[in-house]
């Protein structure tokens, strides 16, 4: 396949005068004005986050409940509560700081990349690492990361419609006296602006301005007010918050008049029912919804990045276990993108150069010297560093090598013509030309007859069978003045065929298999020749290999008959990067749900097209990483494969979390309730027990679920349905019942425990078997397919933090004296406190059965609806 576009160090540009600072001084630069990034909203400080804690509602019932207390002359109580205020504010701090923290990481990572030159050396670095006074160089499909002076450049035009509103490109002139910038959008201007895109050409650019101190900078407290739209899961939350809500209101003004008005209406009594209104309002509270999603999503985008996948739109997150096609670049993401030359063809004679020593047969040196004329001096491509490694390694002491030769003209590789030209000065006035590219398109620029094209085709057909990368290569020669403007006018000669192998990544085979096993198709996509494609498919175990449809037969096809034709073909081959996004359109005709990966400008459209876009971090332009949803940092398969499995484990942890939600708010809404409507009762939940019980769920839910590891079948069922609801109907059941049967075990507890021992003490054992159950219920839900004895063999430290320390707090206030005055408990014997554990742990027996039941079938209950 031909080269292409560049998105590497230019070879055309004369990059020899241009020495750049030396690491020190830009280190010293980058601490005095701080980083290349636009202004963003300050972090919150520890005043801050607590500030936000003191406005929430839990926080205002807390204090509300400490006053009544105080009126009620309980300062003992109200100072229990309001200390608990607290323990609930470290808790949030934890989250909150694991969440900047998380995000903080990722921004680093998605950093646009620059190539600066810095004590004579290139170098990639973050773009917010950028320095006035470095030395960029910046090509095809660059976001140019900070304001700047263009000094040298060939053919540069930059999109500035960020500034200006005018979506035309705008062409750059090189200047070398130029000292200050002119204004947006200018024509041959030298001016160049952070933010803005190189659209075709390349160029080396002083910088002048970074951060804050760039035009963009001047508008960027304008774009911090952009708010982005809310995900899938957002809304559903958001919907659940409101219900709870508005339920919990409902029933906390229920309690409070019945209670008042069933108990003889004193100011005790009314001062009593709102302390239980507090409570129920307390239990109803969903507060945990909001800090799941954002914990989980934060988290979760950094577990994938460990991965070597950076997450940039979270919504990528929710599709991922969605995912039933992945389209993929063969070309360094199945392959190693590591090309050698394997052979080299003159009129069907191939020579391998395994067997090959230090001489390189005479027959074969002009093919090589062409091959390399055809290349740039200093290449990124692959195929062109294998071809000049070749050239070193064979040619050094010979004629065919030029360094003294100068590019005179270029005719660049388009998607019409599959070819690169370079003309190069070889003095006398006269101009050797060298062509390289996909054979068919050598072929016609030779203007071959038919007989020879069809001769040529069966060498390709050869060399392709074997699985090796076939390029073509043609020579010329002409006068400096006659070079013609086409590049189909070149009359050229055809010479031979180059033979590169690149090969299949060692992981990619288990990874494709893996696929397979999710219910995940792996479709392949070239540019390289049928039979190059055909072999990889093979080498990669692709499902249907043999069927191939090449990128001139898709251009013949209607949408229609393509969207039919992809449902059973696995390998395109010849395909320009325009025709993505015909394949990505006919593959969601078909209702799958479609990632693609994509490295150049024109891959783009079908990236912002497919559901996830999966750009190229190592070789992809700045274009291709803006249009996608994730970054694949290293550009391994391997790691979209690893990226889908986290995916899916992540939507599985927030479903046990949200069902560990739900389940453990019946029991506490039901205890708080249920004494309003009998008279006899007295309050068996307050205040401070709610703030308790809380201590134990916000924890579990955002930090030991989202910890947990994935279940063991993960990628062993189908694609998630991506019109699935988060809370089925199933799961929020399921949920439901194990709250209830953990309220009817706290029940039994209660109404075995009063008649013998009084309200105190009954309280106590009622209260142990709800913290008991509220601990079943986390161990069950770990795991939606293993039994509780089994999910304990996996790791979890933050369950083993929070098992003991709500154990150990348990144990304190039903044995510690002072405790149990606050909590408004009465000592009770160890033998009930054991069977009051025990029928809180047996509440959940039923669900582990429930589990051992449907592990003998398909293994589909966390996707179910």
Not at 544 to 565: C, F, Q, W, Y
Not at 689 to 718: G, K, N, T, W, Y
């Amino acid at each position: 396949m031909p080269p292409a576009p560049p998105t590497h160090p230019p070879s055309n540009l004369d990059l020899d005068g241009f020495t750049g600072l030396i690491e020190a001084e830009a280190l010293l630069r980058l601490q005095r004005a701080g980083p290349n990034e636009l202004p963003s909203r300050e972090k919150r400080g520890l005043l801050a986050i607590v500030f936000e804690v003191v406005r929430e509602p839990m926080f205002l019932m807390l204090a509300a409940a400490g006053i009544l207390y105080l009126l009620m002359g309980e300062p003992q109580d109200a100072l229990m509560l309001l200390g608990f205020v607290f323990a609930v504010m470290g808790i949030t701090i934890v989250q909150e700081r694991r969440t900047e923290h998380a995000l903080e990481a990722l921004r680093d990572l998605s950093s646009p990349r620059a190539l600066v030159i810095r004590g004579g050396q290139q170098r990639r670095i973050p773009g917010r690492e950028v320095v006035s006074g470095d030395i960029l160089v910046v090509v095809e499909g660059d976001r140019i990361p900070a304001d700047g002076l263009l000094r040298a450049g060939i053919n540069l035009a930059v999109d500035e419609s960020l500034l200006t509103g005018e979506s035309v490109p705008v062409r750059k002139a090189a200047s070398v006296d130029a000292q200050g910038l002119d204004a947006p959008g200018g024509e041959d201007s030298s001016s160049l602006f952070s933010g803005t895109l190189v659209t075709a050409g390349q160029g080396v650019v002083e910088v002048l301005g970074t951060g804050s101190r760039t035009e963009l900078g001047k508008i960027g407290k304008v774009l911090q007010q952009v708010e982005p739209e809310a995900t899938f899961l957002q809304k559903e939350t958001g919907r659940l918050v409101r219900t709870f809500a508005l339920v919990g209101l409902s029933a906390c003004t229920l309690v409070v008049i019945l209670y008042g008005l069933t108990r003889g209406g004193s100011a005790q009594v009314w001062k009593e029912g709102l302390l239980a209104g507090i409570a129920l309002a307390m239990a109803m509270l969903p507060e945990e919804f909001p800090v799941v999603l954002t914990v989980f999503m934060a988290l979760g985008a950094w577990r994938i990045s460990r991965s070597r996948v950076l997450t940039r739109r979270m919504p990528a997150i929710e599709m991922l276990g969605a995912a039933t096609v992945l389209c993929v670049d063969k070309t360094g993401t199945l392959t190693l993108n590591q090309m050698t030359l394997k052979c080299l063809s003159v009129e069907g004679h191939a020579q391998s150069l395994a067997g090959v020593g230090s001489e390189l047969p005479e027959q074969v040196h002009e093919l090589m010297e062409y091959a390399i004329l055809a290349s740039k001096k200093d290449p990124f491509d692959p195929m062109e560093r294998a071809l000049h490694a070749a050239g070193k390694q064979w040619l050094m002491e010979t004629e065919h090598l030029h360094p003294d030769w100068s590019l005179a003209k270029e005719y660049p590789l388009t998607p019409g013509l599959l070819a690169v030209t370079h003309a190069w000065h070889c003095g006398g006035g006269q101009v050797m030309v060298a062509t390289k590219g996909a054979p068919e398109a050598v072929v016609d620029l030779c203007h071959l007859p038919a007989e020879r094209r069809a001769e040529i085709e069966g060498w390709v057909a050869d060399l392709a069978s074997r699985g090796l990368r076939v390029l073509g290569v043609a020579r010329g020669r002409y006068g400096a003045a006659d070079l013609p403007e086409g590049h189909h006018d070149l009359e050229l000669a055809f010479i031979g065929l180059l033979g590169l192998e690149d090969p299949v990544r060692p992981t990619v085979r288990a990874a494709v298999a893996e696929c397979r096993t999710a219910g995940i198709r792996v479709v392949m996509i070239t540019g390289d020749y049928p039979a190059t494609a055909q072999s990889i498919a093979r080498q990669a175990g692709l499902a249907h290999p043999r069927k191939v449809i090449t990128g001139p037969e898709l251009n013949e096809m209607s949408d229609e008959a393509l969207a039919e034709r992809v449902r059973e073909v696995d390998v395109f081959a010849r395909v320009v990067p325009e025709q993505k996004l015909r394949l990505v359109t006919a593959l969601k005709a078909n209702r799958e749900v479609v990632a693609m990966t994509g490295d150049g400008v024109n891959d783009a459209p079908a990236l912002k097209a497919a559901h996830i876009g999966i750009a190229m971090g190592g070789r992809g332009t700045d274009v291709a990483r803006e249009a996608a949803s994730l970054v694949l940092l290293d550009d391994d398969f391997s790691s979209i494969v690893a990226a889908v499995k986290l995916g899916r484990r992540i939507f599985d942890n927030i479903r046990k979390a949200v069902a560990f939600i739900l389940a453990v708010h019946i029991p506490i809404a039901g205890l708080s309730m249920l004494p309003a409507f009998f008279p006899g009762w007295p309050l068996l939940l307050l205040p401070v027990h709610i703030v308790f019980l809380e201590l134990v769920i916000d924890p579990s839910c955002s930090l030991v679920f989202e910890a947990e590891e994935a279940e063991a079948d993960v990628m062993q069922r189908p694609p998630r349905d991506p019109q699935e609801r988060l809370f089925s109907l199933t799961s929020i059941g399921l949920a439901v019942l194990q709250g209830a049967t953990a309220l009817a075990a706290c029940l039994t507890v209660y109404l075995l425990a009063r008649p013998g021992h009084g309200d105190g003490a009954a309280r106590a054992l009622t209260f142990a078997a709800l913290v008991v159950s509220f601990l079943a219920i986390i161990l069950a839900n770990r795991s939606w397919t293993l039994s509780i004895l089994g999910s304990l063999r996996n790791p979890n430290p933050a369950l083993w933090w929070v098992m003991g320390g709500t154990s150990a707090f348990l144990v304190l206030v039903l044995m510690w004296p002072v405790a149990q005055r606050l909590f408004h408990f009465a000592p009770a014997h160890g033998k009930d406190l054991l069977l009051a554990c025990a029928a809180g742990f047996a509440s959940i027996l039923w669900f582990e059965a429930f589990k051992r039941f449907r592990r003998r079938g398909p293994s589909t209950f966390p996707a179910e609806g």
